[in-house]
Every structure is written in structure tokens, then in C-alpha cells.
């Protein structure tokens, strides 16, 4: 193996999950960690690439959660 694919090989957790798991109404998103209840569920028999692909979405979808004044809002709440 070149040290080329080493470097471009990103390293990704085993999951993506912070303990807030709670669907998001408006997105069907984990408010927690941005998957859908299909991602949360097959999660341990999706390949590296399938993971990956999730992955590189997580961050905007959460983003876009935010935005929304309602996605996060009810959550601040019941703490």
C-alpha cells in the first residue's frame, strides 16, 4: 500500500452517535447525529463506503437542523 492512499484514506469513528437519539419531525433526522432512522438501523451492516457516505453528509444536515428555528429549539427545553 502507497503512502498516497494512506494519506487520502480518511478515518471515520465507528459511529456517529452522541446518546441524543431523538427524530427530528421536519427532517426525519436524529437530532443528535444527523442520520436517518434507515441509516441508525442498518448502521452495523453498512460497508466502509456506505458509512462514508453518511458521513460526509452529517455536518449540513445538522447545520440545516439548526437553521430551522423548530428542529432544536424543544430540546434546550427539557434539559
Do not use: Y
Not at 25 to 36: A, I, M, P, S
Not at 51 to 71: G, H, I
Request: hydrophobic share 35%; with cysteine; aromatic share 6%.
Amino acid at each position: 500500500m502507497s503512502s498516497d492512499n494512506q494519506s487520502s484514506h480518511q478515518v471515520w469513528p465507528a459511529s456517529p452517535c452522541v446518546g441524543v437519539c431523538v427524530l427530528d419531525e421536519g427532517e426525519g433526522l436524529c437530532v443528535g447525529c444527523g442520520r436517518t432512522i434507515a441509516e441508525i438501523g442498518n448502521w452495523l451492516k453498512f460497508d466502509d463506503a456506505e458509512r462514508a457516505a453518511v458521513f460526509t453528509q452529517l455536518e449540513s444536515r445538522l447545520e440545516k437542523m439548526k437553521a430551522r428555528p423548530t428542529a432544536i429549539d424543544g430540546m434546550d427545553k427539557r434539559s
